[in-house]
C-alpha cells in the first residue's frame, strides 16, 4: 500500500513538473509592438523619469519604431556575383534607406528635446544601443 502511494506521489510529482518545463517552452514571443513598449518602459524607468514624462517618451518611442518599421527592411546585400550596375544600384538602395533612417532620427530627437535634456537623449539612445545588442546576443544564441 505504501509502494502504490509513493508511486502515485511520484507520478503526480512528474506530472506537475512536467507541465510547468512546457510551459516555459511555449512561452510566447512578443510582437515587435509589445517589444518595443517594454523597451520604452524599461529606459523610462532607468532614466527615472517622471509619469508625464514617461508616458509621452514611450509614446513617442513607440511611434518612432513604427516609422522605422513602416521604411522596410535594409536592402540585402546579395553574396552572387553582380555587375558594376547591380552593385551600384544596391548601394543606392542601401544608402537610400540609411539616409531615410536618418531623417526619422533627427526628426524625433527635435520631438525628444521637446521634453528631454540633451544628456537625457544621450542616455536614450545608450540604453536603446546596449538593449539592441543585448537582444542580438540572444537572438544568436537560439539560432545555433
Keep these: 500500500m505504501k509502494g502504490i502511494i509513493r508511486l502515485l506521489l511520484l ?3 512528474l506530472t506537475t513538473f512536467c507541465g510547468m518545463a512546457s510551459a516555459q517552452n511555449s512561452r510566447q514571443r ?3 509592438e509589445q517589444l518595443a ?3 520604452a518602459k524599461h529606459i523610462a524607468k532607468e532614466m527615472a523619469m517622471d509619469d508625464a514624462t514617461s ?3 514611450i509614446d513617442t518611442f513607440c511611434q ?3 516609422e522605422i518599421w513602416a521604411l522596410g527592411p535594409r536592402p540585402k546585400q546579395s553574396h552572387r556575383q553582380m ?5 551600384e544600384q544596391v548601394l543606392k538602395a542601401r544608402f537610400a534607406h540609411s539616409r531615410k533612417i536618418l531623417d526619422l532620427r533627427q526628426k524625433y530627437y527635435g520631438i525628444y528635446s521637446e521634453f528631454l535634456t540633451q544628456k537625457q537623449i544621450q542616455r536614450v539612445y545608450e540604453l536603446e544601443r546596449q538593449i539592441m545588442e543585448r537582444l542580438s546576443k540572444r537572438s544568436k544564441r537560439t539560432n545555433r
Design 11 to 13: 507520478v503526480a510529482a
Design 30 to 32: 512578443l510582437t515587435r
Design 37 to 39: 513598449e517594454v523597451q
Design 55 to 57: 508616458q509621452r517618451f
Design 64 to 66: 518612432f519604431q513604427r
Design 83 to 87: 555587375t558594376d550596375e547591380e552593385t
